[in-house]
């Protein structure tokens, strides 16, 4: 366990992490290799969490991800699966994906064994004896700033189209000057900053694209 992920535990472990919170570091062993979260600097990381290989709805939801691989790769996105399984686990469910839905997990599945890096980013209460109601998915910038947080219940299944879509809203509001409407895909029109002051708001025209001054839709 990281010093970092470590301090976090210690100073208030039933802290839930929130939007805009450096994300805690971490160093874990991987299908792919030991990964830990400095590795994903300068990209942006879809951190997400199952509550158990070889169950029916998490399954469901890597092979969506696995196909959806390359569509977040495009947008300079990575995925990083985690679960307290063991990571021979992670291997042999892997395998079987293979084996009987000819899908490949193309992005590797952390182990969290002890549950640090659950209990670290607020996805178990201090006191949990296990990890059955984890189904958490973070939004991580470039920066390692968790711009968004889902959370499922374990009889739901997650949209995997909906995550990507999130990153890509996230990707294009992320400097601030503009905001996604709702169900906004690429493409679609964003909504321009309001004005800040009182000139502006007396001088607006009223226009399809604009119908008051706190709602302006334009074309990136």
């Not at 390359?70 to 686990?89: E, I, P, T």
Request: proline content about 7%.
């Amino acid at each position: 366990m990281s010093e970092r992920l470590a301090i976090r535990n210690e100073l208030d472990p039933a802290a839930p992490l929130v939007i805009g919170e450096r994300a805690p570091l971490f160093v874990a062993r991987t299908t792919r290799g030991e990964r830990k979260l400095a590795d994903y600097s300068g990209r942006w990381l879809v951190l997400f969490s199952h509550p158990a290989d070889f169950t029916p709805v998490c399954t469901s939801e890597f092979v969506a991800f696995s196909r959806a691989f390359d569509a977040f790769a495009a947008l300079g996105c990575d995925l990083l699966g985690m679960s307290v399984d063991s990571l021979s686990s992670h291997i042999a469910w892997t395998r079987s994906i293979e084996d009987r839905f000819g899908v490949r997990v193309p992005f590797p599945i952390a182990e969290d064994p002890s549950m640090a890096i659950a209990r670290a980013y607020g996805m178990l209460h201090p006191g949990a004896a296990d990890s059955s109601t984890v189904r958490a998915t973070f939004v991580i910038d470039p920066e390692g700033i968790v711009r968004a947080i889902t959370w499922y219940p374990m009889s739901v299944g997650r949209s995997v189209a909906e995550i990507l879509r999130l990153v890509e809203a996230l990707q294009t509001a992320h400097g601030g000057d503009v905001s996604t409407p709702e169900g906004w895909r690429k493409g679609d029109p964003v909504i321009d900053a309001s004005p800040l002051s009182a000139d502006d708001v007396a001088s607006h025209e009223p226009s399809a694209d604009a119908p008051d001054w706190y709602y302006r839709l334009k074309r990136l």
